[in-house]
Nanobody
């Protein structure tokens, strides 16, 4: 099993920045993908950004140029640097881990709330 603990959410004004962190612990496989999803009230959970252990990554179109995902493999930690935040970025942000080891290999954190408001 894998446990994910997110931190770094909070209240920020439009145009501001936040940095989210997610630390994974437990049975971590060397080949895996970690990333961030978000969910606003009444909306579906959507991909924000993800990166594999090999370095390949992808971003949602609405965050390209503003958000950066990075990983510290040795610490089993993934970060999301969020710049130029907009009110529409307000959501609960969830950390995700998947190591493709079986049907129950996908894990989620409890989420951290990001609120962008004046």
């Amino acid at each position: 099993q894998v446990q994910l603990v997110e931190s770094g959410g909070g209240l920020v004004q439009p145009g501001g920045s936040l940095r989210l962190s997610c630390a994974a612990s437990g049975s971590i496989f060397s080949i895996n993908t970690m990333g961030w999803y978000r969910q606003a009230p009444g909306k579906q959970r959507e991909l924000v950004a993800a990166r594999t252990s090999g370095g390949s990554g992808n971003y949602a179109d609405f965050v390209k140029g503003r958000f950066t995902i990075s990983r510290d493999i040795a610490k089993n930690t993934v970060y999301l640097q969020m710049n130029s935040l907009k009110p529409e970025d307000t959501a609960v942000y969830y950390c995700n881990y998947n190591d493709y080891s079986g049907p129950k290999s996908n894990y989620w954190g409890k989420g951290t709330l990001v609120t962008v408001s004046s």
